[in-house]
């Protein structure tokens, strides 16, 4: 079954710089959440989508944004980006048509900045 | 106060023991409660859902809520090396989900 992708995998970056990171959710998932993991740390909700619309905001900076296109793939976009942004970051999809039964998360994109 | 409190560990067992992991959570308006498996470096992966208080049942996976007392439970039979994860709780508030830190569960052949 196809399950959620994300992309990159792995990314490094150095202080200041840039980095846009992918999510494409399960096929007629139409609601989409963003998630920061620090080492050791539980996830930390930042954003979710639905319908390409925000839906809910979390603890997202400010230097971070994101959407969600009329495929319902969504991207993260960040900026100025400060060493604490490091972390593994989690896109997960559910629907709210198929009723409420958990997320199904990606496998994440390892953000390092150095 | 977090919305979700989970005892980290690290939780170490025989291979074949019985492993209990245990939640607290806040607001009492919470109404679906889920347990999560996440391997090291790897996306949390859904293991139980449950929306009511009581006992669901999964192959050797039991979920357990209880409203009253505000305590959500996973109890393992039977434990494997392969159940060797970290295992998150979480709360689904209607918006969105909140977990705990996670237990680090070893389960040693």
């Known amino acids: 079954a196809a399950g959620v992708i994300q992309s990159p995998r792995h990314l490094i970056k150095e202080k200041r710089e840039t980095a846009t990171l992918k999510c494409y959710p399960i096929?007629?998932?139409?609601?989409v959440y963003w998630y920061q993991q620090g080492p050791g740390q539980d996830p930390q909700f930042l954003i979710s989508?639905?319908?390409?619309?925000?839906?809910d905001k979390g603890s997202i900076p400010d230097r971070f944004s994101a959407q969600q296109f009329s495929d319902y793939h969504s991207e993260l976009n960040m900026s100025s980006l400060e060493l604490g942004d490091s972390a593994l970051y989690f896109c997960a999809s559910d629907s709210s048509r198929l009723g409420r039964k958990g997320y199904t998360f990606g496998s994440g994109t390892r953000l390092t900045v150095v | 106060q977090k919305e979700v409190e989970q005892d980290p560990g690290p939780l170490s067992v025989p291979e074949g023991a019985i492993v209990s992991l245990n939640c607290t959570y806040s607001n009492s308006a919470f109404q679906y409660f889920m347990w999560y498996r996440q391997y090291s470096r790897k996306g949390p992966e859904l293991l139980m859902y449950t929306y009511s208080s009581g006992n669901k049942e999964d192959g050797r996976f039991t979920a357990q809520v209880d409203k009253s007392s505000k305590y959500i439970s996973l109890f393992i039979r039977d434990s494997q090396p392969s159940d060797s994860a970290t295992y998150l709780c979480?709360?689904?508030?209607?918006?969105?989900?909140?977990f705990g830190t996670g237990t680090s569960l070893t389960v040693i052949p």
């Open positions: 989508f639905y319908e390409k619309m925000q839906s």
């Open positions: 096929p007629r998932h139409d609601t």
């Open positions: 979480a709360v689904d508030t209607g918006n969105q989900f909140y």
